[in-house]
Nanobody, 120 residues
């Protein structure tokens, strides 16, 4: 079993910053990709940013230049630094890991979600 625990969401004013964290624990052999997704009310879940094991990253156009994804492999943790936040960034943010378990099965795991609200 693998568990992902997120932290760092909250309420912030437009132009402010937040840092999200997501840590994985359990029967982990390796993690090939770590990503952040978000889902706003009435909208589909969308990819925000992803980082693969080699360190390459990819971002949604809407967050390029404002958000930065990073990972700490030793801690099985991914971070999302969000700067210059806008009201349209308001959503529930979910982390997603592509994990190879110690049983050598590969699965996607999701965090529980953390609310980010950008409002004055």
């Amino acid at each position: 079993q693998v568990e992902l625990v997120e932290s760092g969401g909250g309420l912030v004013q437009p132009g402010g910053s937040l840092r999200l964290s997501c840590a994985a624990s359990g029967s982990i052999f390796s993690i090939s990709a770590m990503g952040w997704y978000r889902q706003a009310p009435g909208k589909q879940r969308e990819l925000v940013a992803i980082i693969i094991s080699g360190g390459s990253t990819n971002y949604a156009d809407s967050v390029k230049g404002r958000f930065t994804i990073s990972r700490d492999n030793a801690k099985n943790t991914v971070y999302l630094q969000m700067n210059s936040l806008k009201p349209e960034d308001t959503a529930v943010y979910y982390c997603n890991f592509a994990v190879v378990t110690t049983y050598f099965s590969e699965n996607d795991y999701w965090g529980q979600g953390t609310q980010v609200t950008v409002s004055s």
